[in-house]
Nanobody, 120 residues
Framework: QVQLVESGGGLVQAGGSLRLSCTAS????????MGWYRQAPGKQRELVAD???????NYADSVKGRFTISRDNAKNSVDLQMNSLKPEDTAVYYC??????????????WGQGTQVTVSS
Protein backbone atom coordinates (compact mmCIF):
# COMPACT_ATOMS: atom_id res chain seq x y z
CA GLN A 1 0.00 0.00 0.00
CA VAL A 2 2.84 2.38 0.87
CA GLN A 3 5.71 2.63 -1.59
CA LEU A 4 9.01 4.51 -1.68
CA VAL A 5 10.14 5.35 -5.20
CA GLU A 6 13.83 6.15 -5.76
CA SER A 7 15.70 7.79 -8.61
CA GLY A 8 19.07 9.35 -9.42
CA GLY A 9 21.56 6.48 -9.33
CA GLY A 10 24.18 6.00 -12.00
CA LEU A 11 27.84 5.74 -12.97
CA VAL A 12 30.24 8.58 -12.15
CA GLN A 13 33.99 9.13 -11.95
CA ALA A 14 35.79 9.61 -8.65
CA GLY A 15 35.37 13.19 -7.49
CA GLY A 16 32.02 13.56 -9.22
CA SER A 17 28.55 14.23 -7.82
CA LEU A 18 25.17 12.56 -7.85
CA ARG A 19 21.77 13.38 -6.33
CA LEU A 20 19.36 10.68 -5.16
CA SER A 21 15.65 11.31 -4.63
CA CYS A 22 12.93 9.31 -2.89
CA THR A 23 9.19 9.97 -2.66
CA ALA A 24 6.60 8.15 -0.54
CA SER A 25 3.27 7.35 -2.18
CA UNK A 26 0.07 5.54 -1.23
CA UNK A 27 -2.25 5.84 1.74
CA UNK A 28 -0.75 6.74 5.11
CA UNK A 29 -1.24 9.20 7.94
CA UNK A 30 2.22 10.61 8.57
CA UNK A 31 5.99 10.16 8.20
CA UNK A 32 8.53 10.46 10.98
CA UNK A 33 12.22 9.92 10.19
CA MET A 34 13.52 9.31 6.65
CA GLY A 35 16.95 8.13 5.60
CA TRP A 36 19.36 6.54 3.17
CA TYR A 37 21.23 3.25 3.60
CA ARG A 38 23.68 1.48 1.30
CA GLN A 39 24.97 -2.04 0.75
CA ALA A 40 28.16 -2.88 -1.12
CA PRO A 41 28.99 -6.37 -2.44
CA GLY A 42 30.07 -8.64 0.41
CA LYS A 43 29.19 -6.07 3.07
CA GLN A 44 26.26 -5.44 5.39
CA ARG A 45 23.72 -2.69 4.83
CA GLU A 46 24.77 0.47 6.65
CA LEU A 47 23.26 3.84 7.49
CA VAL A 48 24.44 6.69 5.28
CA ALA A 49 22.29 9.53 6.64
CA ASP A 50 18.90 10.17 8.17
CA UNK A 51 16.72 13.15 8.99
CA UNK A 52 13.85 13.67 11.43
CA UNK A 53 10.53 15.29 10.58
CA UNK A 54 11.87 18.46 12.21
CA UNK A 55 15.03 18.50 10.10
CA UNK A 56 17.66 17.14 12.50
CA UNK A 57 20.31 15.20 10.55
CA ASN A 58 22.73 12.36 11.23
CA TYR A 59 25.58 11.11 9.00
CA ALA A 60 27.94 8.17 8.86
CA ASP A 61 31.52 9.26 9.56
CA SER A 62 32.60 8.08 6.11
CA VAL A 63 30.35 10.61 4.33
CA LYS A 64 30.45 13.65 6.63
CA GLY A 65 31.37 16.78 4.73
CA ARG A 66 30.63 15.16 1.37
CA PHE A 67 26.94 14.14 1.50
CA THR A 68 23.90 16.23 2.43
CA ILE A 69 20.44 14.87 3.26
CA SER A 70 17.31 17.02 2.98
CA ARG A 71 13.54 16.55 2.93
CA ASP A 72 10.37 18.23 1.73
CA ASN A 73 7.50 17.39 4.07
CA ALA A 74 4.88 18.80 1.69
CA LYS A 75 6.05 16.39 -1.03
CA ASN A 76 6.82 13.45 1.30
CA SER A 77 10.29 13.26 -0.23
CA VAL A 78 13.92 12.96 0.86
CA ASP A 79 17.06 13.68 -1.18
CA LEU A 80 20.73 12.80 -0.82
CA GLN A 81 23.27 15.08 -2.47
CA MET A 82 26.56 13.20 -2.89
CA ASN A 83 29.72 15.17 -3.69
CA SER A 84 33.40 14.20 -3.96
CA LEU A 85 32.42 10.60 -4.61
CA LYS A 86 34.96 7.84 -4.00
CA PRO A 87 35.16 4.28 -5.37
CA GLU A 88 34.34 3.00 -1.88
CA ASP A 89 30.95 4.76 -2.16
CA THR A 90 29.95 2.19 -4.79
CA ALA A 91 26.85 0.38 -3.50
CA VAL A 92 23.13 -0.07 -3.86
CA TYR A 93 21.47 2.83 -2.05
CA TYR A 94 18.11 2.33 -0.30
CA CYS A 95 15.64 4.94 0.88
CA UNK A 96 13.71 4.25 4.07
CA UNK A 97 10.99 5.95 6.11
CA UNK A 98 9.06 5.41 9.34
CA UNK A 99 5.41 5.70 8.34
CA UNK A 100 2.10 5.54 10.21
CA UNK A 101 -0.04 3.50 7.80
CA UNK A 102 -3.82 3.30 7.41
CA UNK A 103 -3.94 0.47 9.97
CA UNK A 104 -2.52 3.02 12.45
CA UNK A 105 0.69 0.99 12.80
CA UNK A 106 4.19 2.43 12.58
CA UNK A 107 6.34 0.54 10.05
CA UNK A 108 9.71 1.07 8.42
CA UNK A 109 9.38 1.02 4.63
CA TRP A 110 12.17 0.55 2.08
CA GLY A 111 12.69 1.60 -1.50
CA GLN A 112 13.71 -0.89 -4.19
CA GLY A 113 17.32 0.36 -4.24
CA THR A 114 19.29 2.32 -6.82
CA GLN A 115 22.82 1.47 -7.99
CA VAL A 116 25.62 4.00 -7.51
CA THR A 117 28.94 3.11 -9.16
CA VAL A 118 32.05 5.29 -8.78
CA SER A 119 34.93 4.51 -11.12
CA SER A 120 38.60 5.21 -10.40
Amino acid sequence: QVQLVESGGGLVQAGGSLRLSCTASGRFFSINAMGWYRQAPGKQRELVADITSGGRTNYADSVKGRFTISRDNAKNSVDLQMNSLKPEDTAVYYCNADILNIATIWNTYWGQGTQVTVSS
